[in-house]
């Protein structure tokens, strides 16, 4: 039940992607309970998703980014 | 402090997501948002010559960008005006005896100080990711703000699991802490 602050960053990590199964999250927040340390980080981490959310920031997927490329390389090599 | 350097071959792997993020902000559209961001890089292609370095070559992309953005609003505002004024002299004899909840204004609803704002956090995220190191990056955009699922990611960039969540981990801590800095 006792885990150390490495597995309970790990389980806070994968929390902010929903990705923590019950029993991580359970020992996570036990962990919390005794940890100061753990709880900022946690905090702190909790507020980076909000921020990210938040923001609705954006960014090109691979494809778009490719195809960017692609025609840019054409103007390049046609300079 | 001599004046900036241009390279346009480095343009789209430093600039093109930042551009992006700026555009999308303001046109909505994701195709539309992404051929304004390609008529910014070739502009600056065209205009390579006229880069004095005074600036950055971001803030002078960007200059770019806003010219395009205003020019793409020009053009469809042309018709969107005529839309507008239909609007306002709405009678809708069904909704008469309601006007009052529907006039009321909602105080949950966004106003447009927290819409800059968060258009400008978007800003400040962008800028803290440009201190990972790109692998921290691009593991950290696909999974993050792009969404795509762990497997996925692995598959594409040929790393396991623990390698991600480990690249995950260390790119949040350090954004954590620079957007602590930057932002607030």
């Not at chain 1, 900022?40 to 960017?68: G, H, P, Q, W």
């Not at chain 2, 704002?117 to 703000?145: D, P």
Request: hydrophobic share 35%; aromatic share 10%.
């Amino acid at each position: 039940m006792f885990i150390s602050c490495e597995e309970a960053h790990h389980n806070c990590d994968k929390s902010q992607y929903k990705e923590a199964s019950f029993f991580e999250r359970i020992k996570l927040t036990i962990h919390l309970i005794y940890c100061r340390a753990c709880r900022k980080y946690s905090s702190k981490n909790a507020k980076l998703t909000e921020f990210i959310k938040m923001s609705r920031v954006e960014c090109l997927d691979a494809a778009e980014k490719e195809n960017l490329e692609a025609e840019f390389n054409k103007a390049l090599s046609n300079k | 402090m001599s004046g900036h350097q241009i390279n346009p071959n480095k343009w789209i792997d430093k600039y093109s997501d930042y551009l992006f993020n700026y555009t999308i902000t303001r046109v909505s559209d994701r195709y539309v948002a992404q051929d304004l961001v390609q008529d910014t890089f070739f502009a600056g292609l065209k205009s390579m010559k006229n880069f004095k370095g005074e600036a950055s070559e971001r803030t002078w992309l960007i200059s770019i960008l806003k010219r395009k953005i205003i020019d793409h609003y020009r053009k469809t505002n042309s018709k969107k005006g005529q839309a507008e004024v239909k609007m306002n002299f709405n009678y809708d004899p069904d909704s008469e005896g309601d006007w009052l909840e529907q006039r009321v204004a909602d105080p949950f609803d966004k106003t447009a100080e927290d819409t800059i704002e968060n258009t400008e956090l978007g800003m400040a995220i962008h800028n803290c990711m440009e201190k990972l190191s790109k692998k921290q990056a691009q593991v950290f955009k696909m999974k993050t703000i792009l969404n795509y699922e762990t497997e996925v990611i692995c598959n594409e960039l040929d790393i396991t699991a623990s390698n991600l969540w480990v690249i995950i981990h260390r790119a949040r801590t350090a954004l954590a802490s620079c957007l602590e800095e930057k932002w607030l």
